[in-house]
């Protein structure tokens, strides 16, 4: 663990979580938490000083709990992602986050969620699950983000639940129904 006093701790904090980029591996930042977590005595003291969520506060402490194999992937960056280091450090035994880390090596990328969703969704392995995704997208998979105010995005899951669908699912296929009906000819099926 880095020693840091309240400046540099605050200083790694803001330089690594307000940029796209980050100049420190994630066990930096969440040692940097951890000091600043005890300095002040909770992760929503915390998230109240630096503008976060204690969620977020909670979610980079908890990386202080990983297995020292694990740490070294994290350090080296071959796992650099907040969110799969998190699912790692959320298994207590060291012997399996070790081999989730190892099969998670490599899935850092934009596809990370799409990869998620598909290893909850068909029991794939990650990897497996990665060669699909990058596999649709090269057959043209295009991803859209959209704003909805929360009135229309609990709409959205409200018919969704009532349809049994995704709510993406639902939002793709009204999006067909629409084209369709003004003369567009939507290109294959629905994914």
């Excluded at 979580?17 to 994630?26: G, S």
């Excluded at 300095?39 to 204690?54: D, E, P, T």
């Excluded at 009135?151 to 993406?168: F, K, S, V």
């Excluded at 296929?173 to 084209?179: C, E, K, N, S």
């Amino acid at each position: 663990m880095r020693k840091f006093d309240e400046d540099g701790a605050l200083a790694v904090v803001f330089a690594n979580t307000r940029r796209k980029k980050r100049t420190e591996d994630l066990t930096v930042v969440a040692d940097a938490f951890e000091f600043l977590a005890r300095s002040y005595g909770s992760n929503q003291a915390v998230a109240k000083k630096v503008g976060l969520s204690a969620e977020m506060v909670r979610e980079f402490r908890k990386l202080c709990g990983l297995s020292e194999p694990v740490k070294q992937l994290v350090r080296s960056r071959a796992i650099d992602n907040l969110d799969v280091a998190y699912r790692i450090a959320m298994v207590t035994d060291a012997r399996t986050q070790l081999a989730m880390a190892k099969e998670a090596t490599g899935l850092q990328s934009d596809d990370v969620r799409d990869v998620r969703r598909l290893v909850s969704r068909t029991g794939l392995t990650p990897a497996s699950s990665k060669r699909k995704v990058i596999a649709s997208k090269l057959k043209g998979l295009h991803v859209f983000m959209m704003d909805f105010d929360d009135a229309q995005y609990r709409e959205i899951l409200r018919q969704a639940r009532l349809r049994n669908l995704d709510p993406a699912e639902m939002v793709k296929r009204v999006i067909a129904d629409w084209l369709a009906k003004t003369g567009q000819r939507p290109s294959g099926k629905t994914r």
